[in-house]
């Protein structure tokens, strides 16, 4: 065999080899983790992948999950960060006195994570130890609004966002649309608020809106009926924005 030959050889035995598939991604990776079999099931509706990339997490970073319910969101943060980050699960005290359940699950999820860190603060004041990368919150913007929540102002809850991000910091709101011109209207009755009022009070904190996602919006949502009336409960129609604080 001459040289020739024998490189048209190795050629043929290189292209023949098959390629593996790409190595699945970090997201890919925390979605996949055994431990969240038990939620899985409403990955279809709530698109984790989708969302979760709005909050551009990565090793090492700070996120608190504000009022996280049964810790959906909060298994695929820690693993997001790993070892070297933390997730703050957050209740406000108002709050926390309606979910005692959902406090003692995530005080279990603590226990398997050893980056999470479940706090009920005594106010609707967010806190946090440490400056944060992000801050999270998923369907409840709407409720510091509301009595029994004390009625603080959603937009309270933007300027607090703001004070606990670092520079460059994101704020992720997904939350209950609103119809339009509705505004803060809806928020008592119908746990709904209007997608241009969280713009506006977040803008008026100091934000500037980043990005956002449609992947939840359901045109057949009439937008004028409760989010737990029967006839729209899971498949309410909701806005995903992801504001950042100026900086670096």
């Not at 999950?65 to 997730?87: A, E």
């Amino acid at each position: 065999m001459n040289h020739r030959q024998f490189l048209g050889v190795t050629a043929a035995l290189v292209l023949a080899v098959p390629t593996s598939a790409a190595a699945p991604s970090l997201l890919q990776r925390s979605l996949a983790e055994p431990a969240r079999a038990a939620q899985r099931g409403a990955d279809a509706r709530r698109h984790p992948a989708e969302l979760v990339a709005l909050a551009d997490l990565k090793p090492g970073q700070r996120i608190l999950d504000l009022i996280p319910g049964d810790g959906y969101w909060t298994r695929i943060f820690s693993r997001m960060v790993g070892p070297r980050g933390r997730v703050y699960a957050v209740w406000p005290q108002a709050y926390a006195r309606m979910a005692t359940g959902n406090v003692r699950q995530l005080k279990d999820i603590a226990r398997q994570y050893g980056n999470v860190t479940v706090q009920v603060q005594p106010s609707t004041v967010l806190t946090a130890p440490e400056p944060l990368d992000v801050v999270w919150t998923s369907d409840n913007y709407h409720d510091y609004n509301d009595k029994f929540m004390g009625s603080p102002g959603s937009l309270s809850l933007a300027r607090g966002a703001y004070r606990l991000l670092r520079p460059g910091g994101l704020f992720v709101v997904i939350d209950h649309s609103a119809a339009s011109g509705r505004g803060l209207k809806d928020t008592e009755e119908l746990h709904r608020i209007e997608r241009a009022a969280v713009i506006r009070e977040a803008n008026a904190a100091g934000f500037r809106l980043a990005a956002e996602s449609n992947i939840l919006r359901n045109p057949r949502d009439p937008l004028t009926i409760a989010v737990f009336d029967p006839k729209i409960r899971f498949h309410t129609s909701q806005f995903a924005l992801k504001f950042r604080k100026p900086g670096r």
